[in-house]
């Protein structure tokens, strides 16, 4: 397939669908047909156990251009790399409850969201662990595909599948129009801003590294619930610059 047909097939080109450490190919292979199927072609896969495989090209079927054009990165901070919105798909609840959308409520938010000047990321975990926590804290949600209660850990490809066919759904004549006076911040630059803090708290002596608590997850927990702006993120990190400044020259 020529890469004008890829394209074509992308009904979506800025949400890229993100597995992490997959362990096997035809996972990938199966995953990458799922997207296609339902109109996207973005696919990146951090430090697949093994890949390029032939299983992954067998298991794509007509999809073998979205695994052949898939992107290879060593971390999933590379793979969110400039996403406005960051979303973490998990079989399982966790420790400190995070927002939590439902496969419908994450793909009207994916589309209502989309942006040309910046990218969404959805984030698949390891078949044999899913995400890790500090994973999916880089996430400003979580989805749970609702199952059975006796298992509720679906295939890897399966959990894409439903996904991607919520976003198709949620698509069905919905205009692409962002309706904010200023772009939202990356999740790269949340992220900068929770070091910045981190390092602002220990030197005013509000926290204790060697005794965090649950302190730094529990402000990441509500910046990313805030969802600042571009400039919102701004004014916070000159401001912790000023407290800096004082307390640095006292
Ligand atoms: N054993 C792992 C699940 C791995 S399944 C665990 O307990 O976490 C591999 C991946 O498929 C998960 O990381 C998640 O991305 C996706 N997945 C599987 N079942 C899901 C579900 N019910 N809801 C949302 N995502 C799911």
């Not at 400003?140 to 059975?148: D, E, K, L, R």
């Not at 002596?205 to 927990?221: A, C, K, S, V, Y």
């Not at 509500?222 to 969802?227: I, N």
């Not at 400039?231 to 800096?244: D, K, P, Q, S």
């Amino acid at each position: 397939m020529t890469d004008d047909m890829a394209e074509s097939a992308n009904l979506f080109p800025s949400v890229r669908i993100v597995l992490v450490e997959t362990s096997h190919p035809g996972n990938i292979g199966a995953a990458a047909r799922a997207m296609k199927n339902m109109g996207l072609t973005r696919l990146y896969l951090v430090s697949p156990e093994d890949f390029p495989n032939e299983k992954a090209v067998f298991r794509s079927a007509s999809a073998v251009d979205v695994v052949e054009r898939a992107t290879v990165v060593s971390s999933v901070d590379e793979a969110i790399e400039g996403c406005h919105l960051v979303v973490g798909t998990s079989a399982r609840e966790r420790r400190i409850p995070w927002p939590l959308l439902t496969p419908k409520s994450c793909a009207e938010k994916v589309v209502s969201e989309r942006r040309d000047d910046s990218d969404i990321a959805i984030l698949f975990g390891r078949e044999s662990r899913g995400l890790t926590n500090e994973e999916l804290h880089r996430c400003q949600f979580h989805v749970n595909i609702p199952t059975g209660k006796a298992y509720s850990s679906l295939n890897l490809a399966m959990a894409v599948q439903v996904i991607c066919y919520e976003i198709l759904q949620a698509a069905e004549g919905e205009p692409l129009e962002p309706d904010w006076d200023m772009p939202p911040a990356t999740t790269d630059a949340v992220e900068h801003f929770m070091t910045h803090l981190e390092e602002t708290l220990v030197d005013v002596g509000f926290h204790d590294p060697e005794n965090p608590r649950q302190l730094m997850t529990r402000l990441r927990r509500l910046f990313t619930r805030l969802r600042p702006d571009e400039m919102e993120i701004n004014m916070l990190r000159g401001f912790l610059t000023a407290v800096n400044q004082r307390t640095r020259s006292d």
